[in-house]
């Protein structure tokens, strides 16, 4: 190999490399995109950990809870929070399945700042 064979082929490899690593980053960048969601919840089952949420415009999530899902004011899904709850939830969505990041109970607090 001579060197400027080297050289060209030392770039083409950095050049794979680079774009191997910033195609790899855009793909995990968009896989923690966090979503909200606000609107009623219309049920809840505590042994899928799921509930179904319908936006405003009519639109039903379904929405599954993990132990790391953060519940604002230590409400617990399905006892405080439960079917006909009005709720911002923070999702991420992975392979269509969302996942709370987050839940809180909107009704209550709106209806005291409005007062």
């Known amino acids: 190999m001579s060197v400027p064979t080297r050289v060209r082929a030392a770039f083409v490899i950095a050049i794979v490399a680079v774009l191997t690593f910033s195609l790899g980053q855009r793909i995990s960048a968009q896989e923690d995109v966090v979503h909200i969601l606000k609107g009623t919840v219309k049920s809840v089952d505590k042994d899928s950990k799921t509930m179904v949420v319908k936006s405003a415009d009519g639109t039903e999530h379904t929405i599954k809870w993990t132990d790391k899902t953060s519940v604002d ?11 006909g709850s009005k709720v911002s939830v923070k999702y991420t969505e992975k392979a269509g399945e969302k996942t709370a990041v987050g839940v809180k ?6 209806a005291k700042a409005v007062q």
């Open 105 to 110: 109970d909107v009704g209550k607090s709106t």
């Open 73 to 83: 004011g230590g409400k617990e899904i399905g006892k405080d929070i439960g079917e």
